[in-house]
């Protein structure tokens, strides 16, 4: 199995420009998280999916952030419009039956 | 909100040498998860501990979960270098949703 995947690895963006960032879960899995790591706030959970349905998004920071999983393979993470202090690294995580979370590589982004 | 403090935050150590990483929180987790993460990777799952007092073993890393569930810790015996990383513990109230703690940056030196 190819594990999670995410795109794109590294996104550099002006402040103001749409960001989207991209995840394939691995297959079988029926939860889906999104996490923003940051040195000074350590991983944070954004946003978590099962099944398609998003079940709790309490920690999307503001409207700005948006997330959806149109089918069981994927899904988005949206920032619209970027700011600085939106620079981080994205991950996203996968889950099946087990309590094991499987995270991918990452989306470092960088908002100019 | 449910905080997991560790400590301590960087440890830079020599190969060979003992060291034990601490997780506290003052809220009380059904189960706890250990990840390590290594530099331009996702953390990656060490183990899950579900019962107070619980003991693991895992080659030279021990970990053990409070008799309150409250805290846990880590202990790895004769460091190695590949043994450098990001550890983080996780927990859980019962539901899907993992707090992860502060971290702790490892680096163990030849």
């Known amino acids: 199995d190819a594990g999670v995947i995410q795109s794109p690895r590294h996104e550099v963006t002006e402040m103001g420009q749409e960001v989207t960032l991209r995840c394939k879960p691995i297959?079988?899995?029926?939860?889906l998280f999104w996490y923003r790591q940051t040195m000074m706030r350590g991983l944070e959970l954004l946003i978590y999916?099962?099944?398609?349905?998003?079940?709790?998004d309490s920690g999307m920071p503001e409207d700005r952030f948006s997330a959806k999983m149109p089918n069981a393979s994927f899904s988005t993470l949206k920032i619209q419009p970027s700011e600085p202090r939106d620079s981080a690294v994205y991950f996203c995580?996968?889950?099946?039956?087990?309590?094991?979370?499987?995270f991918g590589p990452g989306t470092r982004l960088t908002v100019l | 909100t449910q905080l997991l403090e560790q400590s301590p935050q960087f440890l830079s150590i020599q190969e060979g040498e003992n060291l034990t990483v601490y997780c506290n929180s003052s809220?009380?987790?059904?189960?706890l998860q250990w990840y390590r993460q290594e530099p331009g990777e996702g953390p990656v799952l060490l183990v899950t501990?579900?019962?107070?007092?619980e003991v693991k073993k895992l080659k030279r890393l021990t970990f053990q979960f409070g008799d309150a569930r409250k805290d846990s810790s880590l202990h790895i015996t004769a460091a190695q270098p590949g043994d450098t990383g990001l550890y983080l513990c996780?927990?859980?109230?019962?539901?899907?949703?993992?707090?992860f703690g502060t971290g702790t940056q490892l680096k163990v030196e030849l």
């Open positions: 996780a927990g859980t109230g019962g539901g899907n949703k993992l707090t």
């Open positions: 995580a996968s889950r099946g039956t087990s309590n094991e979370q499987f």
């Open positions: 501990v579900v019962t107070g007092g």
């Open positions: 297959s079988g899995h029926d939860y």
């Open positions: 999916f099962n099944n398609n349905v998003p079940i709790d």
């Open positions: 809220s009380v987790f059904s189960s």
